[in-house]
């Protein structure tokens, strides 16, 4: 049964519906399957060099449009205006990126000891792109830039809460000059979804969302031999061994918390910290998130913005309330007021058994654990099934490395909450997902890596 409502533009702030807009047709969804397909045999062919002009026209238009475009989303999901166009103005980079390093990224390269050998990255056809609401541009950019310029083609299914960023995409692509049918936005039903990933003509797909979407993807990229990319959130360490400053380290710690109003699959979910600074460091969050009012047109720092939606918040307070019930402390926040407004709020005392323990909380809150030395801290920080990113705080360099390589993570961080920019590799491990976006990994996951032999 197909779900409800179609998508839908509801402000999280007020809680008003802005606009609806109808499911695609299955007419539609084979219409631009045929029309993916027809143009792919035409954009692989064109010269690298043609196609990433293009590319660069997509990034000028980026850049161009942050704010227009960053107001979009400000409406879908509630991001703070500034972070909004700066998500925009992220996407120039990105594909900005791909359009400079792509053509040697994607160049043959010699098979040593074989003269006549060498392996090729080759497109491998159209692909579906399954794309959040988190981050509406970043993550459609991080997928599309690259592909594009290898020569792939793109269908790509929004978020239901993002149809108007969603459409300012294909605006934007066509603008640039992308041609019809390499790029195209569907309105699709999670029933449509799964019928493409198994129609032929589909060659890859890519998934960033919850580890639920995740497992029925890849159960039917499975099914039909479907290469497939997925990003399925985390629950990160964010580990402090020692700081010179607890203040400072606290500042930090509950900015990243806070970023995107926590709602970032590579949050700093659970603060690890020392024994001999737990206690001033707690303090110091409690301190910060009592501070926090509703945002403004002012838009400062020590303002928060709503959550995404009514039920995520809603979902967010059922497992704070749950770890509290069962013995964790509430330090200050996680009150619920009207529409999707959530309080940001520190939680420590959780245990195995709490769901607030083993499962994501994708909002604001900053569950905090004590430890007493660098091995509980490697324990506890692998002891969940996700495994996306992590950071190791320590004012001895040698040790933090220590502790961060021995952490189940696809991106390993020392002395920063992440290493981030369009050449840096982005991806996980576990029930974190697989596969890489970004940086000179991101380019190679729907190529075919063919060998190309010539005996001499």
């Known amino acids: 049964m197909t779900q409800t409502p179609p998508y839908q533009v509801t402000d999280p702030a007020t809680g008003e519906v802005v606009g609806t807009y109808p499911f695609a047709t299955d007419v539609e969804v084979e219409q631009a399957l045929a029309a993916s397909t027809a143009a792919y045999e035409e954009w692989r062919s064109r010269p690298v060099a043609e196609r990433v002009a293009i590319v660069k026209r ?42 400079d390093q792509g053509p040697a990224l994607l160049a043959d390269q ?66 640039a000059g992308v041609p019809d049918g390499v790029y195209r936005n569907l309105f699709a039903t999670h029933e449509q979804v799964a019928a493409m990933i198994a129609d032929p003509r589909v060659r890859g797909v890519s998934l960033t969302g919850s580890e639920r979407a995740g497992t029925a993807v890849a159960e039917t990229a499975g099914r039909h031999l479907k ?58 969050l409690v301190e910060r998130a009592a501070a926090m009012t509703p945002r403004t047109e002012a838009d400062a720092d020590t303002e928060f913005s709503p959550m995404v939606s009514r039920k995520a918040a809603e979902a967010l307070l059922a497992q704070v309330q749950d770890a509290v019930d069962k013995g964790a402390t509430l330090h200050v926040g996680a009150e619920l007021k009207e529409n999707a407004w959530f309080t940001p709020a520190v939680l420590t005392g959780v245990v195995p058994g709490m769901r607030a323990y083993g499962e994501e909380l994708f909002g604001p809150v900053a569950v905090v654990y004590e430890v007493a030395s660098d091995e509980e801290a490697v324990a506890l920080a692998n002891d969940v099934d996700f495994g996306l990113g992590a950071a190791v705080w320590s004012t001895d360099e040698e040790r933090a490395v220590r502790v961060a390589d021995r952490l189940e993570v696809g991106m390993a961080n020392v002395n920063t909450p992440a290493g981030e920019g369009a050449d840096v590799p982005f991806g996980g491990t576990k029930r974190s997902g697989f596969g890489r976006e970004l940086g000179p990994l991101g380019i190679g996951e729907f190529v075919n890596r063919r060998l190309f032999y010539v005996q001499r």
């Open 110 to 175: 010699p098979l040593p000891g074989h003269p006549g050998g060498r392996i090729q990255s080759v497109p491998i056809g159209p692909l579906l792109g399954v794309m959040p609401w988190n981050y509406p541009y970043y993550q459609v950019a991080r997928f599309a830039a690259p592909n594009l310029v290898a020569g792939n083609t793109v269908v790509l299914k929004h978020a239901e809460n993002c149809p108007t960023s969603a459409m300012a995409i294909a605006r934007l692509f066509a603008d």
């Open 227 to 284: 290469k497939v990319v997925l990003e399925l959130g985390g629950s990160d360490p964010y580990i402090v061994l020692d700081t010179e400053d607890v203040a400072v380290a606290a500042d930090l710690a509950w900015a990243t918390r806070m970023s995107n109003m926590g709602q970032a699959c590579n949050s700093n979910k659970r603060m690890i910290v020392m024994e001999d600074v737990y206690d001033e460091f707690v303090g110091a």
């Open 58 to 99: 997509i990034a000028r238009l980026f850049a161009e449009r942050a704010d227009e475009l960053g107001a979009l989303i400000t409406t879908e999901m509630g991001k703070r205006p500034e972070d909004a166009a700066g998500e925009a103005a992220f996407c120039a980079e990105i594909f900005d990126y791909y359009a």
